[in-house]
Structures are given as structure tokens and as C-alpha cells.
């Protein structure tokens, strides 16, 4: 099994049931089968203990009660999206970040006399009555001198760069400066230091033409541009593996809402939307519902029977997923193997910063730790099942729109044709 298939599922099933709004734990809830209670019943057994009890949680539905499966064993689907990357992509993607990212500076040989404009490299030592203080020394800082600023605009206090106009190349010089009264560290505020500069060169702005092995070792910590460009290119290659599979995931999962025939019980699915929408209002009007309107006129442009109607849409289509995920993996005889679930609970807690997996369950279950629980568990068994049938999908990759026409010129120039398409039997990796 592959816990990367599952947080595609897991993240999934939440974007279903969200329908596009508001918490961590959007549209989540269980997979289960037969109602245990109308939702009436369920809402009124809430108490006003800490922990909440949601509506959902009364319900236990089995899939295969609800569910007339499709033929999951020969699913084809079509999928849009460039997952190649060849030596243009790299380079582009590069081109990219350097601009994004930059910019960035170059020793001036030519250079040896700051002037207006110039950004020059420094070492400096803070002095307080002629011993060092803590946080007043670094070495191959960036300076822009007239600016009195780094290049990224980051401001120095009143005077902190005026020795270095007009300096050259190699000076050793001392600035006096005094800090603002009203300093955060009160152990300077107010008090006159010296800066001791030492100036090592007058800097350039580069240009890509000036990457050199010195920019890869810097900024990539590898020896040479040729490694820098391999390694963009891996993380480029993963990319586009994680995003074929996820586009494969969603695919497959769409056709399944699609062609399985579900039975939606309407007790549950209104139950899955008041406990949507209590942690929504709690989210993000602090609980009060009278506060509802308002915001979602402010942020979301919609009222609140807008809204609702929205969240049914998107947590219906969540319900159909996942009775029809119940249904398969109960066809299957798929089993959740604890030890994995347990590594894999642990491994989501950590990446995502909660206190504890009941910090998570409680996210996931509206507040109800034991309902988020079982829920978290039912996806994972899903995802289980979703790796099973991907095993037997065949995928058509076809191009973007706009790549398309690109190829069909290219073939019209050189007098080949394309259609922009191929196949693969699946998207896994064994």
C-alpha cells in the first residue's frame, strides 16, 4: 500500500464534502451504512459537554445497502495535463524561479568605489562601549549603502550605512550609530555603538548568463550548474508524477459518482450538512449564527440559503463516493492492517502540526473525536480499495488546449501529425 494514494483520497473526500468553504475538516464524515436514527432524533440527543457529539456520528450505513455497482474492474479515463519534463521545461522552470526569487548579486570587478545605487558585501561587528554585542555581527551581508537597506528593502536604523559612502574596496571603517529610544532590545535603545565594516567587494545584479557552479553551490548546495538543473529536474519529474496520479485519482473517482447508482438517505445527508455548518459557524463566526449572514455576504458573495444549497451539492456528491468506496471494499475483502493505519495516523499528525491523532480526529469528526475517529478510518479503507481499482484503470493523457495547437503547428511545419494523446494502463508504480 502507498501512503501517498491516501492522502490523495483523504484530501479528496474532504474537498468533496467542503464544496469549496471554510475549515480543516471540510465535508468530512463517515462511510458507514444503515441509519441508526433520523437526524431529528440524532440533533437531539447533543448535549452541552466539551466534547461535541455530531449529528453524523448516529448514523452506521453500509454501502452495499445503498449502492448498485458499476463494472470498476475496466474503468478508462481521459486525463488533461503536460506530466512530461524535458530540457525546455527545466530550463524554463528555472528561468522562473530566478526571477521570482532574485535578485541576486555578483562580485564587480570593475568596481571599486561605492557610489549611489551600489549594493556592496560586508562584514560588520557591533561594539557597546567597545565589546560585542549579541546580534551585531555578520559576515557576507548584502548592503544597498545610499538606501540604508538590504536589496529586499529591509530597512537599518538612522545612520547605519552612511560611513560606507563613498568607501572603496578593502576599508576597514567604524561607524557611529545610535539607536532609537524606543529600540525593542532595551539594552540598546538609546545608546551609541560603533559598527565596524569591513568592505569586500561592490556588487552586480546577475543575469542567467552569469550562473555558474559558485550560484549552484550557493543557493543549491550541490558543486556544479549541471547537478543544480538535475536536481530541478527530479523535483520536476516527482511533480508531475504526483500530479498524473492525483489527476488519475479524481478521474477514476469522478466515474465512479457518475456510473455507480447510489441511494442517498436524506436523514444522513442533511445530518453531514448541520455538522458542516455548526463548525463552519464556530470556525468563523465564533458560534454565532447570527453572524452567518454577514459573513458569508462578506467573504463567499452568497446567503445563506445559497450557501446551504451549495454544501448539499458538494456533500452529496461526497456521501455517493463513499457509499460506493463501502460498497467496493467490501466486494474486494480489502482489510485495514493496524500497524500501517497507526504509522500512517502518526505521519499525518506530525506534517500537519496537530497536538495528537485525537486533535486530528476531533477535526475530522465535527468536533466528535470518536466519530472523527471511525471516519478517518473508513477513508483510509477506501483508499485502499481506490489503489485496487487503479491497478486495472486505463488512462488516455491528453495535452492542454494550448499545447495541443502548439504540436499541431509544429507537426503542420514539418509535415507530421499528432493527436496530442497517450496511453497507459495505470498510473502506479510497483
Known amino acids: 500500500m502507498k501512503k501517498k494514494t491516501v492522502a490523495l483520497m483523504l484530501s479528496v473526500m474532504m474537498a468533496l464534502g467542503a464544496a469549496g468553504c471554510g475549515s480543516a475538516a471540510d465535508g468530512t ?18 448535549t ?3 466534547e461535541v457529539t ?6 452506521d450505513l453500509k454501502g452495499s445497502d445503498y449502492v448498485k455497482l458499476c463494472d470498476y474492474n475496466a474503468i478508462s479515463v481521459t486525463i488533461t495535463g503536460d506530466y512530461d519534463v524535458d530540457d525546455a521545461a527545466v530550463q524554463e522552470y528555472f528561468k522562473s524561479m530566478f526571477e521570482s526569487y532574485g535578485p ?13 545605487g551600489d549594493v556592496v558585501n560586508v562584514d560588520y561587528v557591533g561594539k ?8 551585531g555581527t555578520a559576515e557576507d551581508q548584502l548592503i544597498d549603502v545610499y538606501a540604508n537597506a ?5 530597512t537599518y536604523i538612522e545612520g547605519f550605512t552612511d560611513g560606507l559612502k563613498g568607501a572603496s574596496v578593502g576599508d576597514v571603517i567604524d561607524c557611529d550609530v545610535t539607536f532609537p529610544e524606543n529600540y525593542g532590545n532595551t539594552d540598546l535603545a538609546g545608546k551609541a555603538v560603533v559598527f565596524t565594516f569591513t568592505v569586500n567587494s561592490i556588487q552586480k545584479e546577475m543575469s542567467l548568463a552569469d550562473v555558474d557552479d559558485n550560484f549552484a553551490k550557493e543557493q ?5 550548474v549541471d ?4 536536481q530541478i529536474r527530479t523535483y520536476m519529474e516527482q511533480s508531475a508524477e504526483y500530479n498524473k496520479q492525483r489527476d488519475t485519482y479524481l478521474a477514476v473517482q469522478d466515474y465512479l459518482v457518475d456510473n455507480c447508482e447510489v441511494d442517498v438517505p436524506e436523514d444522513y445527508l442533511a445530518a453531514r450538512v448541520a455538522d458542516y455548518k455548526r463548525q463552519f459557524i464556530e470556525q468563523n463566526c465564533g458560534g454565532d449564527e447570527s453572524q452567518l449572514a454577514d459573513y458569508l455576504t462578506n467573504y463567499y458573495g452568497k446567503t445563506v440559503e445559497e450557501m446551504e444549497a451549495y454544501w448539499n451539492e458538494g456533500m452529496e456528491k461526497s456521501i455517493r463516493l463513499e457509499l460506493a468506496m463501502d460498497a467496493i471494499a467490501e466486494e474486494l475483502g480489502i482489510e485495514v492492517d493496524e500497524e500501517e493505519l497507526s504509522a500512517y495516523t502518526q505521519q499525518l499528525v506530525t506534517q500537519n502540526g496537530y497536538e495528537s491523532a485525537e486533535a486530528m480526529y476531533n477535526i475530522y469528526g465535527y468536533g466528535d473525536t470518536a466519530y472523527g475517529e471511525r471516519y478517518f478510518r473508513d477513508l483510509y479503507l477506501y483508499d485502499l480499495a481506490l489503489d485496487k481499482i487503479v491497478e486495472n484503470v486505463t488512462v488516455t493523457v491528453e495535452a492542454p488546449a494550448a499545447l495541443e495547437d502548439a504540436a499541431d503547428t509544429e507537426a503542420a511545419d514539418n509535415g507530421d501529425a499528432t493527436d496530442g494523446t497517450e496511453e497507459v494502463e495505470s498510473t502506479e508504480e510497483e
Open 54 to 59: 455530531s449529528a453524523s456520528g448516529a448514523f
Open 29 to 46: 464524515a463517515d462511510g458507514g451504512t444503515e441509519a441508526v436514527e433520523s437526524t431529528e432524533a440524532a440533533g437531539a440527543d447533543d
Open 128 to 135: 557597546l562601549d567597545g565589546v560585542a554585542f549579541d546580534g
Open 48 to 50: 452541552a459537554d466539551t
Open 227 to 230: 547537478e543544480m538543473y538535475e
Open 104 to 116: 541576486f548579486y555578483m562580485e564587480d570587478t570593475e568596481k571599486k568605489t561605492i557610489e549611489e
Open 150 to 154: 538590504s536589496p529586499n528593502g529591509t
Open 220 to 224: 543549491f548546495d550541490v558543486d556544479t
